[in-house]
């Protein structure tokens, strides 16, 4: 009873005040009075697709009370199941999704309630998929409101009125052979990624003050892939941040050295690097990032729902990772190979359109 009174509590404050919030009650909860209030404060059986739902809220609600080993079933079976159910619409996307949402919420509603282990397993599983269905809901509606889509001439940092970036460029690594043409190529596609950053929106003209002269490009001869370094330090008085610089080693292939891979490898280090910037400088909501599939630094997401291995290390990387895949594309993204289409990789592409979003928005409102 006791746990009855805070879950009512903490779902009445999220009807009235803010739509996410944490909460605990005592983990030997009954699953199934814990689920009928869930439902019974929220109107479940009346809910919409535009409807507002806890999700963070109702799945810890599951965390907590269900047994450990179906939530991890649950989570095991679930990318398999967003594939079958689909997880893209392309056309009559609103009255798909519609029907998709009630056809989810109705299997909720009538799940049994005999058996603790399989309805919290599929109770987690169909929650997860109806939130799915709501972002993406939310997402395609957001993309068709229409945008200034025609960059003017002032606008165009392409073009010549983008100021050449000014890199610390060491190319005495490189065989003298190769030396004029590779680092001239090199530096001919990290000046043409900064300028469709700016284009975009990921970069504004304050971050490339920030960032020129400050980084820094080397070599080696290798036919691996190579990494970059971010340095930034923090001020344990006042928690201030302050960027340093970055370095891209770049990766000299003689038996591979064409400009077609050059092209790739050095987009692909750069954009990796600029998203830590990114991530400490210009996000201003990070935390919704690293809830996609890290607890406390403690990893909640499947190896299969990273793009790399490397993303794995920690928040920062899979962030930097997550973006340097999304920027280049999935095709073109040959470092990574062929990443699978899943709820987290879904909800890691949304945070970024909703960064690029807002940074537009801001932009906009600064000019005018």
Not at 94 to 100: G, Q, S, T, W, Y
Not at 203 to 232: H, M, P, W
Not at 291 to 298: G, S, T
Request: negative net charge.
């Amino acid at each position: 009873m006791r746990k009855q009174k805070w879950l009512l509590a903490t779902l009445l404050l999220w009807l009235f005040t803010i739509p996410y919030i944490t909460f605990w009650w005592n983990t030997n909860s009954n699953i199934f009075e814990t689920y009928q209030l869930i439902e019974n404060t929220l109107k479940l059986k009346t809910a919409t697709l535009t409807t507002n739902i806890p999700y963070n809220t109702i799945k810890e609600a599951f965390q907590k009370s269900c047994p450990a080993e179906a939530i991890a079933d649950a989570k095991k079976d679930l990318p398999t199941l967003q594939d079958a159910w689909g997880t893209s619409v392309s056309t009559n996307k609103n009255k798909v999704l519609k029907e998709r949402f009630e056809t989810i919420r109705g299997l909720i509603i009538w799940t049994k309630k005999d058996n603790e282990q399989e309805f919290c397993k599929q109770q987690y599983i169909l929650f997860s998929l109806l939130e799915t269905t709501q972002e993406l809901y939310n997402w395609k509606k957001a993309l068709t409101v229409p945008k200034k889509t025609v960059i003017t001439k002032e606008e165009d940092h392409s073009s010549a009125n983008y100021k050449q970036f000014t890199f610390k460029h060491d190319p005495s690594w490189l065989p003298s052979s190769a030396r004029s043409s590779f680092s001239k190529a090199t530096e001919k596609y990290l000046q043409s990624t900064l300028a469709d950053m700016l284009v975009r929106h990921i970069l504004d003209d304050n971050d490339i003050r920030t960032l020129n002269n400050k980084i820094n490009v080397s070599y080696v001869q290798s036919c691996e892939v190579t990494e970059g370094n971010f340095r930034a330090v923090k001020n344990l008085a006042t928690n201030e941040v302050t960027f340093k610089d970055i370095t891209l080693i770049i990766s000299y292939c003689s038996s591979n050295n064409t400009s077609q891979r050059n092209e790739r490898h050095t987009r692909q280090i750069l954009s990796h690097e600029l998203w830590h910037y990114i991530y400490f400088f210009k996000d201003k909501n990070p935390s919704s990032f690293s809830e996609i599939c890290w607890n406390k630094w403690q990893i909640n997401c499947l190896p299969s729902e990273f793009v790399s291995k490397y993303a794995t290390k920690s928040v920062e990387e899979d962030y930097a990772e997550s973006f340097a895949y999304w920027y280049l594309g999935a095709s073109d993204n040959k470092e990574h190979g062929s990443a699978p289409l899943n709820e987290p990789m879904n909800r890691r592409e949304r945070h970024f359109e909703r960064l690029f979003e807002e940074e537009t928005e801001d932009d906009d409102d600064d000019n005018n």
